[in-house]
């Protein structure tokens, strides 16, 4: 099979921002590919905007990377003119009107998440077009595919950071089990009235789902693994 390694990078991805009672707890996997080759198995999809706000990357890397590139040169001009921080609203309006304005041409999905003294923890996605949706959790990327159901069923009003952080993990270590264009670790940012906090997962440290076959560090452990036949003795 050839491998075309000229085509778009392209984070197939699973991308989660959550709510929680006092915050937000964003996360995502670390697979980046390029059509079937995984260019990059440890990227970081989850891009700081403001002190206070963060994005999760989704589509297009490429795409997605300049418009986080320009939100931020937006917002810190935003911020040396009002004197204080922007707000999450404003950041998450800013990307969905870039997002609206050059919809022709882009193909990306964020979720943009941060805590300000006047809304607090907040969660917006800004999908394929330009629209912007505030929710109390959203998901995207390919791997969401495999979640609306488990979000339906584990997400709950007033969690706990510990809760909505385990939450984001669980759910991401799911889709990393069944989508095939999502993988490698799990990072996470957790924003609140205190400040960002920044958590990293290994792959060989989440748990195991459904038929998953446990991590080696190379093939040769798999075969030493296997209890294959004594040879005959002449």
């Given amino acids: 099979m050839d491998i075309d390694l000229s085509a778009p990078h392209s984070m197939g991805t699973t991308i989660i921002g959550v709510t929680y009672n006092g915050g937000v707890v964003l996360g995502a996997d670390s697979r980046t590919s390029t059509g079937m080759y995984v260019a990059n198995r440890a990227s970081d999809k989850i891009t700081q905007l403001t002190d206070n706000v963060y994005i999760c990357r989704s589509g297009s890397a490429a795409d997605s990377q300049v418009i986080s590139d320009y939100v931020r040169y937006f917002l810190h001009q935003h911020t040396i ?37 006047y809304e607090g923890g907040q969660i917006y996605s800004v999908p394929l077009g330009g629209t912007i949706l505030k929710q109390p959790f959203a998901i995207g990327g390919s791997g969401s595919t495999y979640l609306y159901g488990f979000f339906d069923q584990a997400w709950k009003e007033g969690m706990s950071k510990d809760e909505a952080e385990k939450l984001v993990v669980k759910a991401v270590s799911l889709a990393i089990a069944r989508d095939g264009a ?53």
């Fill in 182 to 234: 999502s993988g490698g670790v799990v990072r996470t940012v957790t924003i609140n009235a205190d400040g960002v906090t920044k958590n990293f997962y290994t792959g060989d440290s989440l748990p195991l789902w459904h038929e998953e076959l446990e991590p080696h560090n190379s093939l040769l452990d798999i075969l030493l693994a296997s209890s294959s036949p004594e040879p005959m003795s002449t």
């Fill in 81 to 117: 003119q009002l004197g204080q921080p922007a707000t999450v609203k404003v950041a998450a309006n800013l990307v969905r009107l870039l997002s609206y304005q050059n919809k022709n041409m882009l193909q990306m999905g964020v979720i943009v998440g941060g805590w300000d003294k």
